[in-house]
């Protein structure tokens, strides 16, 4: 039955009330019978004498009792007669037997929120019944007071930018509950500010305003109308900047809404302390397009606007920012007709032996001067805006903290930038003053993805159709503005993606002239590497003592070059960012890149012969192929391939038909065409180079097993005669032996007994000429041509062949897994010659011992072969149970190795089981989706099989 609801009855009370009865909506014949249903599903109880006081507290008591009685019938009537019972002559209780959900009873601390749809019985009221009315408004109110907490502990604790829709939605609803708590109104339009959501912060304040003026005929707080003001001047002043300024500025609401009501704070404000700032970041995150958007927005305002931006050239001139910001003053004092003793004259006049001296006076006369300009315009203050502070000189570092230390809290205010790699002149200048509460330092970060995404959007850059690139572009620019908006502007241009804008040159290069040889040799050879990579890794081009790379590696660390993380419990380096990586690593001449590459390559190759992991093994390819060996790289491309492409079949081919191509293995990935490229791309280079011969062969096989029992049976043999020419034509004695294997498994997959027998015989002359012996393939040569006995019908040559080898691996000491698994699979050949000839003794003993032997070395596949053959002997001796244990085990190993062709089998076991249990539908049922599953596997040996089985 097809359910449309989640139980019989659901009772949903906050919000407008209502009942479901199997989904379906019900009435009550009057408000009294549904006010006393919804008082039950919330006190699950009530006594006769309190339902009438609730309800009919004016009636007669006759009355009263009788319209108690009626109302208990007419709710038995909607929702069924068990929905009440009665205990004595006193309560009436709400039957929790039943299956009623009541929304009320979900409500937690946690889900409280999420779960809110309005008031307790919102807009229900029971005319004329003040008692009933009484305790739905105490259940109203206690549970919006919960609601209303809850609410206001979630607004407190929302982070900068997060939950905005909560955060508007919540102002509305505090607004309409009434609650007169400003500090919250304020707390939302600040977060709503910081987020650039002016607007909005600005429409709760006039609802704000419209409710106190209407319910209690007052104004906002002085403080929140302050708040107003300043969002609402923000907006304007950034309305106002021009729109075409040649760069896109985005993002940044909440650093912008910071600095600026910092430094338009009044004074004896609470929040006049930090009013000077310090922006740090990486090279490119956007610090001197914020200063300049916190420039224009104080154009017009009080202060005396001044700005210097200092550059790596000056870092060695005595005073030059402070000379070039007082020459500024200079011109604004003449400007103004102010006549003041300037101290860049000091600097003019200053001799080398005194330095300390003139300083001093330099620095008195700044602090002068800048007192007696604040004191003639009638107290405006000076606002310094210094970029690029860490190519500032010293003294000059001391003279701005000095002077903040003297007139930052309320004189002078800077809003400086520095990059995040500051030295030890930025930590001596910020550490006391943000001690001190005078200087508050920000950190720019990179946009996220998510910012990423909106920037394309706003700036129509085109690319939102196309998620998989925007991550691309992400990933390489790991989100640094500078990066993102020059690649975006390159896409636009249909420049190569490698590419680098002179912007983005000038930057990395900037960044990279202080660096020492050693230092730049280092940032060389980590970009060889396409990942983080290890003291030893870099070693292999090196060859340093790990002292010395540490010397090396931690000034990288200190400028935020590269960066360090800890991994299999090794430190592993890395460049910060992808595209310094690249472009580090496009300016290494080539005759370089190979060197480093083919060092690089030998010793990952070294590497996987030790652990044969996917991944050494893909770097290994990614090395070679970079360092244009392509033998190498064509060798280990089949390796990495045939991982992917390995199919358990050596012993039962049917189990082949599904799940053959793994296309991710520990994370590593190939696609399902990718190994008829390579077989495409290398037989192209044969023709030219005769070294690929082997190569060739390897993938020749590889591709006709894939072929044979995946897709075309034909091609597949095609692929393996071509690989088995090729290893002929070198030779190579175990590729002659793998390629006769897959052709005499194409032989019992097709049904070609005939050809079988004889590549089974051709791979027994040649094997008789090997100089090289093994037991286990003999052996297997053995059991097959018995398959092909048997299938002929000559059971008894069959079973000496399988005897033969049986004895011959019994009598070897060998006891290695190869050995083993040969030996089990005799053992099981033999036991499917026996259930044959209906010899079911003889085939249990056959297979118990096949399963002894083993079941430790087999696969999933394999395991369920055994189970299933021996619960269809089991079945024929009459031991029912132990046959469907062994079914049952046999399922869970085909299900595991996804094998059809052994659900089919498993299937056809249990039909036999039922029908020997007197289940003949049961049977029938099992037969026929036996039937189904085989004929979509389309293969004519597996039909046989299942049919073979039947009989």
Not at 351 to 368: G, K
Not at 625 to 651: G, N, Q, T
Not at 664 to 672: L, R, T
Request: charged share 30%; with cysteine; hydrophobic share 35%.
């Amino acid at each position: 039955m097809d359910r449309r609801y989640s139980h019989d009855i659901e009772v949903q009370l906050l919000g407008r009330p209502g009942v479901l009865l199997f989904g379906e909506k019900v009435s009550f014949p009057y408000q009294k019978v549904e006010g006393l249903f919804y008082y039950l599903c919330v006190n699950n109880q009530i006594s006769r004498s309190q339902a009438i006081s609730v309800l009919w507290a004016g009636s007669s008591e006759a009355t009263a009792r009788k319209n108690l009685r009626d109302a208990v019938y007419n709710i038995r009537k909607v929702l069924g007669q068990d929905i009440l019972t009665m205990e004595g002559n006193t309560l009436i209780v709400l039957n929790r037997q039943m299956d009623i959900d009541i929304d009320i009873e979900h409500v937690t601390r946690e889900n409280l929120l999420e779960s809110w749809k309005g008031e307790f019985l919102q807009f229900f009221f029971v005319k004329n019944c003040y008692e009933f009315e009484a305790w739905a408004e105490g259940e109203r109110f206690e549970r919006k007071r919960t609601y209303l907490k809850a609410l206001q502990l979630k607004i407190m604790g929302q982070k900068t930018g997060q939950g905005l829709d909560f955060l508007e939605e919540s102002g509305r609803i505090l607004i309409q509950s009434e609650v007169l708590d400003e500090e919250l109104y304020r707390s939302i339009m600040k977060k709503l500010a910081e987020a650039g959501r002016y607007v909005q912060a600005m429409e709760i304040f006039q609802s704000l305003k419209v409710f106190l003026e209407r319910e209690v005929e007052e104004l906002p707080e002085e403080e929140t109308q302050e708040l107003y003001e300043k969002i609402s001047d923000m907006k304007n002043r950034l309305k106002r900047l021009p729109e075409e300024r040649g760069e896109y500025f985005f993002g940044r609401a909440d650093i912008l809404y910071d600095i600026y009501s910092r430094i338009n704070t009044k004074d004896g404000d609470s929040e006049r302390r930090c009013r000077s700032f310090l922006i740090t970041g990486e090279p490119g995150v956007g610090k001197s397009m914020l200063l300049e958007q916190i420039q224009r927005m104080v154009e017009d305002s009080d202060y005396l606007v001044f700005t210097w931006v200092c550059c790596e050239t000056e870092k060695d001139l005595y005073l030059m920012p402070w000379h070039g910001i007082m020459a500024k003053v200079d011109e604004y004092c003449k400007r103004n007709g102010l006549d003041v003793e300037s101290p860049t004259d000091i600097l003019l006049r200053q001799n080398a032996s005194d330095v300390q001296f003139f300083m001093t006076r330099f620095e008195i006369l700044t602090e002068s001067v800048f007192r007696y300009l604040t004191k003639y315009f009638r107290d405006r203050k000076i606002l310094l805006f210094i970029d690029d502070i860490q190519w500032m000189d010293s003294m000059s570092m001391r003279l701005m903290s000095n002077l903040l230390f003297r007139m930052g809290q309320g004189q002078i205010l800077v809003v400086a930038a520095s990059r995040e790699d500051d030295g030890d002149d930025i930590k001596s200048f910020k550490i006391p003053l943000i001690g001190r509460g005078i200087l508050k330092e920000i950190e720019l970060k990179p946009f996220t993805l998510e910012e990423s995404r909106q920037i394309i959007e706003e700036t129509d850059a085109g690319l939102l159709n196309n998620p998989q690139l925007v991550e691309q572009i992400y990933r390489k620019t790991q989100g640094n503005p500078l990066f993102f908006m020059e690649s975006l502007r390159l896409f636009a241009r249909q420049e190569d993606g490698a590419a680098f804008t002179d912007r983005m040159t000038n930057v990395i290069q900037s960044r990279l002239l202080s660096l020492s040889r050693r230092e730049r040799v280092m940032l060389d050879i980590i970009s060889i590497f396409s990942m983080p990579v290890t003291k030893e890794e870099i070693n292999q081009i090196l060859g340093m003592e790990e002292q010395q790379l540490l010397q090396i590696l931690e000034p990288l660390l200190d400028k935020k070059l590269l960066y360090e993380k800890l991994a299999g419990g090794e430190v592993h380096y890395g460049f910060r960012h992808q595209i310094i990586r690249e472009y580090v690593y496009s300016s290494l001449s080539k005759e370089k890149k190979d060197i480093y590459h083919n060092y690089i390559a030998r010793y990952y190759e070294q590497e996987y012969g030790k652990d044969k992991n996917l991944g050494t093994c893909s770097l290994v390819i990614h090395h070679y192929e970079c360092c244009h060996d392509r033998y190498k790289m064509y060798w280990y491309k089949v390796e990495y391939l045939e991982a992917f492409y390995r199919i358990s079949y050596d012993f039962y081919p049917m189990l082949a038909r599904k799940a053959v191509f793994s296309g991710n293995i520990d994370g590593f990935s190939a696609k399902e065409d990718e190994l008829v490229e390579l077989a495409e791309e290398i037989r192209a280079l044969q023709e030219t180079d005769s070294g690929m011969t082997p190569i060739r062969m390897r993938v020749e096989y590889l591709l006709g097993r894939y072929e044979m029992f995946v897709r075309d049976s034909q091609r597949g043999r095609s692929c393996i005669e071509k690989s088995l020419e090729l290893a002929k034509e070198i030779p190579d004695r175990d590729y002659i032996f793998y390629n006769y294997l897959q052709l005499i498994l194409y032989g019992d997959l097709t049904g070609q007994n005939a050809y079988m027998r004889q590549v089974i015989e051709t791979c027994m002359e040649f094997m008789k000429d090997c100089t090289r012996h093994h037991l286990e393939e003999e052996c297997m040569l053995i059991r097959y041509l018995g398959i092909c006995m048997m299938k002929d019908g000559e059971y008894e040559k069959a079973e000496k062949l399988f005897m033969e080898a049986v004895k011959r691996l019994d009598h070897t000491d060998g006891s290695t897994e190869r050995y083993r698994r040969e030996l089990s699979a005799c053992h099981h050949d033999m036991g499917i010659c026996y259930i044959r000839q209906k010899k079911w003794e003889k085939a249990c003993v056959c297979l118990k011992r096949a399963v002894e032997i083993g079941e430790k070395y087999m696969i999933s596949g394999e395991a369920g072969v055994f189970y299933s053959d021996m619960s269809l002997a089991l079945c024929r001796m009459g031991d029912c149970s132990g046959a469907e244990r062994f079914a049952e085990k046999a399922r869970t190993c085909f299900v595991r190795a996804g094998s059809l062709w052994g659900e089919a089998k498993t299937e056809l076991c249990c039909a036999l089981i039922k029908e020997a249990q007197g289940e003949p539908e049961e049977g029938k049922r099992r037969r026929e989706l036996a039937d189904r599953i085989a004929k979509k596997l389309d293969s004519r040996f597996l039909w046989e099989e299942l049919k073979s089985m039947e009989s």
